[in-house]
C-alpha cells in the first residue's frame, strides 16, 4: 500500500512538471533561453575564468535542438584577458513543448546543472567546464560551458564509426567517475539528491512510456529478432521486478546516457562526456554497457567487447575498487546491455528526441547487441534467482 501511495504521489508531482514545461512561459530567475543572451550577461558569466576583458558582441552559430536548444556562440572580446576564448557552447531551454515537459517531469536540466555545481570540479577530465548557470522551472535552463572544439576536440555523432582508442578512452573515464563515488557514502548526506532508478523525479513517467514505447516498437514493421521480441516484452511483464533487481549491488554515480553522440575526445586521446541530465546512482556496468550497446559498430563490439570490460574492471582495481571480477562484470553486462536496447526503442517510437540517422544506426546495433549477448536467458536466470547474479 504505502509503495502505491508514493507511486501515486510521484506520479501528480510529475503531472504538475508535466504541466509547467508545456505551458509556453514559467518564471525565472535570470535568462533561460539564447535569445535573452546580452555582452553584459556573458562578461558577467566569464569574468572569473577570464579576468581583464569585456565582451563587445557575439553570435550565435551551429544551432541544433532537441531535449534541449543548443549553441556555439562566437565572442568578440573588448580587452587582453590571458587567453580569452573565441567561442563557448550554450545549452539553453528547449523549444519544443514536448521535450520541454519531458525534460521538466525527469528533472533533467535541474541534474545537469547539480552535477556542475557539486560533482564536475572532483571529476574535471570526465566534462566540460562551466563558466555560468540558470535554473529554472519547467525544463528551462540556462549553461554556458567550455567549447571543446575551440581547443582541437572533437564531439562525434551517435551514427559515426568510431575507432576503438576512442572507446578505450571513455572506458578510462567511466572508471574515473565510478571509481570515486563507488557505494560511497555521500549518497546519505550532501549527494543524496542523485537518487537511485526507481526513486528518480518522474520514474513512474519514465517506466510508464517505456513500456507505451516498446508496444510501439513491437507492432511497427521493424525486423526484430523473435527471442528480442520476448525481451521486450518480459521488460514491460516485470518492469517494477526488474527496476528494483537492477539496483542491487554496489551504486556509483553514473552518467546514464553515455551514448558516443554525448562523448568528446581531446587532441591528447582522452575523452569524457556531455549532456549529464539523467546521472543517478547504479552499477557503474550500466553506463558500459549502455555506451557499448549503442555506440560501436557491430563487429567492432563482439571484437572487443570483452576487452574494454576487462580495462573498465583493472582500471577500477587500479583506483582501489577491488569488488568487480571479470565474470560477474560479464554478466552484468550481458543483463544491462537492456537499457540500450530501451533507449534506441524510445528514441525509434519517440520522434525528435535523435536525428533520424543516429535512431536507426543506433537501433540497428542496440538490436544486435541484445540478440548476440542473449540478454533474454541473462535477464530470465537473474529473475528466477532473485539477484543479478
Known amino acids: 500500500m504505502l509503495a502505491r501511495l508514493q507511486r501515486a504521489g510521484a506520479y501528480a508531482s510529475g503531472f504538475g512538471r508535466l504541466t509547467l514545461g508545456l505551458f509556453p512561459w514559467a518564471p525565472s530567475s535570470g535568462p533561460v533561453s539564447a535569445s535573452a543572451i546580452t555582452p553584459a550577461l556573458l562578461t558577467k558569466a566569464l569574468g572569473d575564468s577570464f579576468p581583464g576583458g569585456r565582451i563587445r558582441s557575439f553570435e550565435a552559430v551551429d544551432a541544433t535542438s532537441g531535449t534541449t536548444n543548443r549553441h556555439r556562440l562566437r565572442l568578440d572580446w573588448d ?86 582508442a576512442h572507446f578505450e578512452a571513455l572506458i578510462d573515464a567511466l572508471a574515473l567517475l565510478h571509481a570515486t563515488f563507488w557505494d560511497s557514502p555521500r549518497f546519505g548526506s550532501h549527494l543524496r539528491w542523485v537518487k537511485e532508478q526507481t526513486h528518480r523525479p518522474g520514474y513512474p513517467m519514465l517506466s510508464a512510456l517505456f513500456k507505451a514505447c516498446r508496444r510501439t516498437v513491437l507492432r511497427s514493421d521493424r525486423p526484430i529478432p523473435e527471442r528480442v521480441r520476448r525481451l521486450t ?82 582500471r577500477l582495481a587500479d583506483r582501489g575498487v577491488q569488488d568487480l571480477q571479470e ?25 525528435g528526441l535523435q536525428p533520424p540517422e543516429n535512431v536507426e544506426r543506433a537501433f540497428a546495433r542496440g538490436v544486435q547487441a541484445v540478440d548476440d549477448l542473449d540478454s533474454l536467458a541473462a535477464v530470465e536466470a537473474a529473475l528466477a534467482r532473485g539477484s543479478l547474479v
Not at 563557448?88 to 517531469?105: D, Q
Not at 528551462?140 to 576536440?153: H, M, Q, S, T, V
Not at 549532456?275 to 547504479?282: E, F, L, T
Request: proline fraction near 4%.
Open 233 to 314: 516484452r518480459l521488460l514491460s511483464k516485470e518492469r517494477w521486478t526488474l527496476a528494483r533487481l537492477f539496483e542491487q549491488g554496489p551504486r556509483t554515480f553514473v552518467h546514464g546516457d553515455t551514448h558516443a553522440g554525448n562523448s568528446f575526445a581531446r587532441p591528447d586521446g582522452s575523452a569524457g562526456f556531455l549532456d549529464w541530465q539523467v546521472v543517478h546512482q547504479a552499477h557503474g556496468v550500466r553506463d558500459v554497457a549502455y555506451m557499448l550497446g549503442v555506440s560501436m559498430s557491430t563487429e567492432l563490439r563482439r571484437s572487443h567487447e570483452r576487452s574494454l570490460l576487462s580495462r573498465y574492471v583493472t
Open 79 to 164: 580587452g587582453h584577458g590571458v587567453g580569452l576564448p573565441e567561442t563557448i557552447f550554450l545549452k539553453s531551454t528547449a523549444l519544443v513543448g514536448r521535450n520541454r515537459a519531458l525534460s521538466a517531469v525527469l528533472r533533467m536540466t535541474a541534474n545537469e546543472l547539480a552535477f556542475y555545481r557539486h560533482v564536475r570540479d572532483e571529476v574535471p577530465l570526465v566534462a566540460p567546464k562551466a563558466y555560468g548557470m540558470v535554473d529554472g522551472r519547467g525544463g528551462r535552463f540556462l549553461l554556458l560551458l567550455e567549447d571543446l572544439g575551440a581547443g582541437g576536440g572533437v564531439t562525434p555523432r551517435l551514427a559515426d564509426e568510431l575507432e576503438l
Open 327 to 351: 565474470t560477474t562484470a560479464w554478466e552484468l553486462y550481458r543483463i544491462f546491455a537492456v537499457d540500450a536496447w530501451d533507449a534506441v526503442v524510445t528514441t525509434a517510437a519517440f520522434p
